[in-house]
């Protein structure tokens, strides 16, 4: 069996002398494990397609229920992250995030369009990398099935919540008055506002948003703490990417 496909490489693992083992997310295969034989020879072919974080097209052929790379060519390197550590690691996060999401062999069509899109705002950097990470990690949370409901108090039915606080175990908000012993986050105007946006706005969209200082740091609490109660685990790469910022 043979496919054509496009694909991120979320994770690029030497193996042996010459070879690659490679975690690719791919348009309609879902997430993909590819062997990359010779790929890190200096004269292969594919080499550049085979990079972390390269997005390329590629052809594999399946044998004994493995699949190997025939060829590969890259359509986007994201350059801008090669010469910054802190752009690199977060776009390494980025992936990590991906992968923990996605399922093998299953069509998830807008979980890669978001990841890529996130890479592109990032390796431009000229938007502040908390406001991209914030609406990476909460967008990723809607597509895997974690949308939060922010649009209503759901004790007191009020459509703007008043002193609004955002519950991470019921992945809600609600007015102060209203809260029963969830985990809560105080939000302000402008991180409520953001979060509203980022869950409600066309995929082109959900990275054009603004806020002010204060703002930005409450959403990029609140929106990493919720991806974290939700998918239970930590991340080693978000870790480096705060030591290194």
Request: aromatic content about 10%; overall charge neutral; glycine content about 8%.
């Amino acid at each position: 069996m043979e496919i054509k496909t496009r694909g991120l490489v979320l994770r690029a693992v030497s193996y042996k002398d010459a070879d690659k083992i490679l975690t690719v997310l791919t348009e309609d295969h879902g997430r993909l494990t590819v062997s990359a034989r010779g790929a890190r020879r200096k004269n292969s072919k594919f080499a550049a397609a085979t990079q972390q974080l390269a997005f390329s097209e590629m052809n594999l052929y399946n044998r004994q229920g493995k699949w190997y790379l025939r060829e590969g060519r890259t359509i986007e390197l994201f350059g801008g992250l090669s010469g910054d550590i802190t752009l690199l690691s977060l776009g390494t996060y980025f992936a990590e995030l991906l992968e923990a999401v996605s399922d093998e062999d299953s069509q998830q069509y807008e979980i890669l369009p978001l990841g890529l899109s996130a890479l592109y705002i990032l390796s431009k950097n000229d938007r502040p990398q908390e406001n991209i990470k914030a609406a990476f990690e909460l967008r990723l949370m809607c597509l895997a099935g974690y949308e939060p409901q922010l649009d209503f108090c759901p004790v007191c039915s009020g459509d703007e919540p008043e002193e609004p606080y955002f519950d991470l175990l019921g992945g809600e908000v609600t007015c102060r008055k209203c809260r029963r012993g969830g985990q809560y986050i105080q939000l302000c105007s402008g991180s409520y506002a953001a979060m509203k946006y980022i869950t409600g706005s066309a995929p082109e969209r959900v990275f054009l948003f603004k806020t002010s200082t204060s703002s930005a740091s409450r959403l990029a609490d609140v929106c990493e703490r919720y991806m974290i109660s939700r998918l239970e685990r930590g991340f080693r790469t978000l870790d480096f990417w705060k030591g290194v910022k």
